[in-house]
């Protein structure tokens, strides 16, 4: 730990009504004597997956929790914004086509969302699912059929500006809270500070995504080598997941 809690490894970000010196008048009165310690570069990460990844932990409820996932984006990647389209339109909000299909129209689940993250050198991108332990393989298979609709199928582009000014509306509403701001800031400049973007080159990058972008994003990234889930439910064996786990 003492390796990486180091001043050359923090990022202080300040956001609100304050000048520019008294923060780092302050900062130096409750910092100053922090001592730097020996940096060490954080190791990259390894892409070595090759066939699907299952674990099951047993637990007596009542719901069973899921979570599926794959190999994403790094957060520098040029696909990163076609990314967070593609992550909108597939489970974000309720009129994304998860919450639609999984939840009202097939009643797989009590609740359902897509998630991704993007960090220095690899990524995620996945779905949770809070589903009837009884209908979970059937809920397994709904959302890789999502998914492969994905690949095979192009999003209209009524869907794809949907999306997009849902994403955009969200984000610029989160950016009127200072805390928000800070971390958008603070977040890119530790992770990415050679490329610190506004909301408003975002938003740019955003409107550039198109069709083809999200359909070839997705037939990259939702392939069955690189399957990933995770069960939490009254489950005592693996292989009862194993077939309906392939794309």
């Not at 932990?57 to 040029?78: F, M, N, W």
Request: charged share 30%.
């Amino acid at each position: 730990m003492r390796h990486y809690y180091v001043p050359g490894n923090v990022v202080i970000s300040v956001a609100g009504h304050v000048e520019h010196q008294a923060v780092v008048d302050e900062l130096t009165r409750l910092l100053g004597d922090w001592t730097d310690g020996e940096r060490r570069d954080f190791l990259p990460a390894e892409d070595n997956q090759t066939s699907p990844r299952l674990r099951v932990h047993y637990k007596d409820t009542e719901q069973a929790q899921l979570c599926l996932s794959v190999p994403g984006l790094h957060r520098l990647h040029p696909d990163r914004f076609a990314l967070r389209v593609l992550n909108t339109i597939l489970g974000e909000g309720m009129s994304s086509r998860l919450f639609l299909e999984i939840r009202e129209k097939r009643g797989l689940a009590y609740s359902v969302s897509s998630y991704i993250s993007t960090l220095e050198d690899v990524g995620t991108a996945g779905v949770y699912a809070g589903v009837d332990p009884a209908r979970i393989q059937e809920a397994i298979r709904a959302i890789l059929a999502e998914w492969d609709r994905l690949r095979q199928e192009p999003v209209s582009e009524e869907e794809l500006d949907k999306a997009r000014e849902y994403f955009k509306g969200r984000l610029l509403l989160q950016m009127e809270d200072t805390f928000s701001v800070a971390a958008w800031f603070g977040q890119q400049e530790l992770m990415t500070p050679d490329e610190v973007l506004t909301v408003d080159q975002v938003v740019a990058e955003l409107d550039k995504v198109t069709v083809e972008d999200v359909q070839r994003l997705a037939q990259r990234l939702f392939v069955g080598e690189k399957l990933n889930l995770a069960v939490v439910g009254p489950f005592e064996e693996e292989d009862e997941f194993r077939d309906s786990l392939r794309l």
